[in-house]
Every structure is written in structure tokens, then in C-alpha cells.
């Protein structure tokens, strides 16, 4: 059973640093496209950052130069570094991914998502 389990959210004031984390679980072949998406209250979830297998990134534009992604193939773990917060970041952070894993039918591909963590930036 695969898990995408986030963590690292909280109460931080404007200016101040959060590290998300986002840990998979299971028995996986591999993690395709792992993404860090937003919502915030009364919005639509929205992609903030995607990073490649061979390490290549992509950032909303709101983020760019205040949030770098990135992965620990080893531990399959993807993080989300964020700097600079504002209050408009307040949002709940999701990460996602495409996650192969080996089953007694096949190779099987499926989207996953993770629960989600609360980040509050304060003005």
C-alpha cells in the first residue's frame, strides 16, 4: 500500500523559513513527476513546484527565487524548502506523484496524493 505522508508545516512569521517533507511508503518500482501543489482558503489547488527524475525543476511563478524543490531518491522523499514566506503562501501543501509499483497482475502506475500539511505565514 503506497503512503505520501507530509510533514513540516506550521505557524512561521512573514520572512521566516519552512522545509516540507513528503516521504513515500510502499512497495514501489518508482516515483514519476513528485509535485508540491497549494490551496488556499476559498481557491483552487494550485501546482507550486514539480521536479523531474534526473532533477529538473519547475516553479509557479508566485515562488520562484523563495522555494526550491527537490528529492532523496534513497529515502524516497521529496522536499519543498520555502523562504521568504508571506502571508498570501498560507495554504494547505500537498505533494503528489506518480507511483509505479509491482503487483501480482503487472506493473501499475497510479496517481497518489498526501494528506496534506497546514502552513500559516503571519503578517
Known amino acids: 500500500q503506497v503512503q505520501l505522508v507530509e510533514s513540516g508545516g506550521g505557524l512561521v512569521q512573514t520572512g521566516g523559513s519552512l522545509r516540507l517533507s513528503c516521504a513515500v511508503s510502499?512497495?514501489?518500482?518508482?516515483?514519476?513527476?513528485p509535485a508540491w501543489h497549494r490551496q488556499a482558503p476559498g481557491k483552487q489547488r494550485e501546482l507550486v513546484a514539480t521536479?523531474?527524475?534526473?532533477?529538473?525543476?519547475n516553479y509557479a511563478d508566485s515562488v520562484k527565487g523563495r522555494f526550491t524543490i527537490s528529492r532523496d531518491n534513497a529515502k524516497n522523499t521529496v522536499y519543498l524548502q520555502m523562504n521568504d514566506l508571506q502571508p498570501e503562501d498560507t495554504a494547505v501543501y500537498y505533494c503528489?506523484?506518480?507511483?509505479?509499483?509491482?503487483?501480482?497482475?503487472?506493473?501499475?502506475?497510479?496517481?497518489?496524493w498526501g494528506q496534506g500539511t497546514q502552513v500559516t505565514v503571519s503578517s
Open positions: 521536479i523531474t527524475s534526473d532533477g529538473g525543476t
Open positions: 510502499g512497495s514501489i518500482l518508482s516515483i514519476n513527476k
Open positions: 503528489n506523484a506518480h507511483i509505479w509499483v509491482a503487483t501480482t497482475v503487472g506493473t501499475i502506475g497510479n496517481d497518489y
